[in-house]
């Protein structure tokens, strides 16, 4: 639903409408507030007074072209975190794993294909890479292949470089972190630690928008984590959105969503299995 422009603020609400069709993310007026803090810095760069002048030239073309994209990541909210939700990587790799590996043959591992598709600076993926390689120790035989895919390139850049403030790996366990991150002799990484090259090897991160009708991506996934993003999309974006992800799952293939989100779920092709966890007919 487009609402009638405010007189006061004729330029937030177009931008408002704008984020709304490039992203899906609605922004109800009562986040105004929200909007304006996360602008100021660039209203501060352009030397302007207000929101509402920024926008006027953000919407009017005259800021540099790469302005919107730096804007769009800006109002993205990334928040994430290593282990978030646990239960969904327990369910990982007690139940898919296993039904992975059963696929395989001797000497045929089958491959595990996991898509993190709002990934944020990775440490979805990267927790379901660990997640799956200790089940590899354990004795589950099956290879895996994890894509995380963001909006912002900002994000997928992070990701790719796999480089955590040790204040963001309090929630990784102690043994997994020895195991699956280094810290680096260089001053300018100090107090970070970067994800080990074997786990890297089999994580790729790519920019994404869920908005796009198509998305490049193989269509016998394993399991999708959407999870903690179909609570910015408006109730026609949350449907589409999952209507197309469900077409990338293998028969069989799970949709994991955030604990707040299970609600919003309602796809012909998706049953649920538990609160927060559908699977493909
Ligand atoms: C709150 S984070 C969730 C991260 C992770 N899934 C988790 O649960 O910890 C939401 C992410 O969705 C991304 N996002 C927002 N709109 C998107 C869109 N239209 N397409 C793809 N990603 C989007 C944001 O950039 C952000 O990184």
């Keep these: 639903m487009i609402e009638a422009a405010s007189p006061k603020t004729p330029h937030r609400d ?10 899906g993310i609605s922004l109800p007026p009562s986040k105004v507030q929200m909007i304006d803090q996360r602008l100021r ?3 501060v760069a352009f030397g302007l007074t207000d929101t509402e002048s920024y926008l006027e030239q953000l919407l009017g073309g005259s800021l540099p072209d790469n302005e919107l994209r730096t804007v769009i990541d800006l109002i993205t909210t990334n928040t994430t975190s290593f282990f978030r939700e646990p239960n969904h990587f327990d369910f990982l790799v007690e139940t898919i794993a296993p039904k992975v590996a ?10 595990l294909k996991l898509w993190s598709a709002a990934s944020s600076e990775g440490a979805e993926a990267y927790t379901a890479a660990m997640m799956l390689e200790e089940a590899r120790r354990g004795g589950h035989d099956f290879d895996f292949a994890i894509l995380g ?4 390139e900002r994000m997928v850049e992070r990701a790719n470089a796999a480089v955590y403030g040790t204040d963001q790996l309090t929630t990784v366990p102690p043994e ?106």
């Design 102 to 111: 059963a696929r395989g043959r001797p000497g045929r591992p089958a491959r």
């Design 41 to 43: 810095r660039r209203v």
């Design 176 to 281: 997994l972190l020895r195991r699956y991150f280094l810290s680096s002799r260089d001053p300018g990484l100090a107090g970070k630690a970067r994800v080990v090259p074997d786990l890297r090897r089999r994580v790729k991160f790519r920019n994404l928008n869920l908005m796009d009708t198509r998305y490049p991506v193989d269509r016998d996934v394993d399991v999708i984590f959407l999870r903690n993003i179909l609570i910015y999309f408006d109730p026609a974006t949350k449907e589409q959105v999952v209507d197309r992800l469900a077409g990338h799952l293998r028969p069989g293939g799970y949709l994991i969503v955030g604990h707040a989100e299970s609600m919003v779920v309602r796809c012909s092709a998706l049953r649920q299995v538990k609160p927060t966890i559908f699977q493909k007919n």
């Design 149 to 152: 895919t963001d909006l912002s």
């Design 14 to 23: 177009r931008f408002r409408e704008l984020i709304r069709s490039l992203t």
